[in-house]
Structure formats: C-alpha cells, structure tokens
C-alpha cells in the first residue's frame, strides 16, 4: 500500500503533467483554428483542469498541493 507521501506526490506530478499537457495543447489550438481534433483535444484538458479545481476546492484541498496554484483553467485555456 502506498504511503500518503506517494499519494501527494503522485497527485502533484499529475497535475503539473496535465497543466504543460493543456498549455501546449492551447497553443497548437490556437496555431491550427480549422483543426477539429486540436480544438478538441484543448477543450478536453480545459474540462479536465477545470473540473480538477472544482473538485479540489469542494475538498478544500490547495491548488498548490495539484501543482496549480497561480492557474486558472477558464484565464489560461480559454
């Protein structure tokens, strides 16, 4: 059984992978606004952080301890 430590730090790495997975899926988004899987995939990660914030806040659990403290998903995806 994994120790508590694991369990925050494996929550930690996911949410800072997913953050640099959204940005750059953002980014190649915004470079190729006629690619539908592009849009798509932007707007998967967009509902996937965003729901990762809302389930964090409902636990009271800080942005910091998913490594997004400082992201908001609508600011910085949208």
Known sequence: M???????????DLGDELRRQAQAARDE??????DAFAQGQAHAFYAVLSL???Q???????????????????????
């Open 2 to 12: 994994a120790t508590m430590s694991a369990h925050a730090n494996y929550l930690r």
């Open 29 to 34: 988004a915004r470079a190729k606004p006629g």
């Open 52 to 54: 990762m914030q809302q």
């Open 56 to 78: 964090a806040e409902g636990y009271a659990l800080p942005l910091r301890d998913l490594a997004l403290d400082g992201f908001d998903a609508d600011r910085d995806l949208l």
